[in-house]
């Protein structure tokens, strides 16, 4: 007896395997309709899913609005501080603006290193043997535009005033292979301005030179470099670019910093011309000899 249950059990694990095996293959085979049975467990299977996936996507997304509305009250609170300290900035401004105006009526002085005039201009022409060195404008000397003249785009300065005729003008620009060209320099954003001079071209990674900057100071990637107003030719605040290295000379005296820049020296189709409204010096009498400013 006891023998024939055991045969009897073997015989039903059997038949359960070939079922079970039979099942597996009749589910893997394609098919274009399923079953009634697989269609009801697939389907209950769907309905259980969204069942608890709901209310779990709920809390999920409670939780997160929760942390976004921190995060948004901290950025609130933060963009209150700054609008503040705008507020407080535009009325030290005004303030500084008028004493400026009144000690500027005081002492007769209407025009500062800043003041220009600009005068809009067309390319309208461009030597293909030297595409990063010069451009011709179409306004002359019958515009007001004279030599030396400093020549900027929206993004930066581009060069000066090579030479004028009558109806048209040339432009040098910065990129232009000229050593004996400078441009006198300021780097902004540190603690105090630095001084150098932008003189090279580094045509290999398109970056300007701006050299002669005293070993002692202290210049960083991302600071802004624009005109000084004091070579006698550009006037203050033109845009030049940004520093994007620094080295220092062989001997270690001096240091060179690399700027990228603001303009497109490939792509140039509108210029402003800019006419300093300031009593520029003799740039003779500046660098006693030495080679002039861009």
């Known amino acids: 007896m006891p023998q024939f249950f055991l045969n009897k059990r073997l015989i039903i694990l059997l ?30 299977t769907g309905w259980v ?16 609005n929760l942390g976004d509305l921190q995060d948004t009250y901290g950025e609130n609170k933060e963009l209150k501080s700054r609008i503040e300290n705008l507020v407080n900035l535009e009325a030290e401004n005004q303030g500084l603006k008028k004493d400026n105006e009144e000690l500027r009526d005081i002492l007769g002085k209407k025009e500062t290193l800043r003041d220009f005039k600009p005068i809009p201009a067309t390319v309208i022409g461009r030597n293909p043997d030297r595409w990063h060195e010069m451009i011709i404008i179409d306004k002359g000397k019958l515009n007001g535009i004279e030599k030396n003249m400093a020549v900027v ?28 060209n400078r441009i006198s320099a300021v780097i902004q954003g540190g603690e105090k301005p630095v001084y150098g ?5 580094d045509d290999k990674r398109k970056l300007l030179l ?18 000084s107003g004091l070579g006698g030719v550009f006037p203050k605040g033109l845009m030049i670019g940004k520093v994007v290295e620094v080295n220092p000379d062989e001997y270690g005296l001096n240091q060179t910093a690399l700027v990228k820049p603001g303009a497109d020296f490939y792509d ?6 800019i006419k300093s409204l300031m009593t520029q010096p003799d740039p003779l009498e500046l660098s006693d000899g030495e080679e002039e400013e861009l």
């Open 210 to 227: 701006l050299k002669t900057i005293p070993s002692g100071e202290k210049v960083e990637k991302g600071q802004t470099v624009i005109t």
């Open 197 to 201: 001079f932008v003189q090279g071209f």
């Open 153 to 180: 785009t929206a993004n930066g300065l581009i060069g000066k005033v090579k030479s004028v005729t009558q109806f048209s003008s040339t432009i040098q620009l910065l990129s232009a292979m000229d050593p004996k």
């Open 49 to 64: 899913q969204s069942l608890v996936s709901k209310p779990t996507h709920l809390v999920a997304g409670f939780f997160e």
């Open 15 to 44: 038949v359960s395997i070939i079922v079970l095996v039979a099942l597996i293959g009749f589910s893997l085979r394609e098919r274009s309709k399923l079953s009634w049975p697989e269609q009801f467990v697939k389907d209950t």
């Open 268 to 273: 140039i189709e509108n210029v402003l011309v």
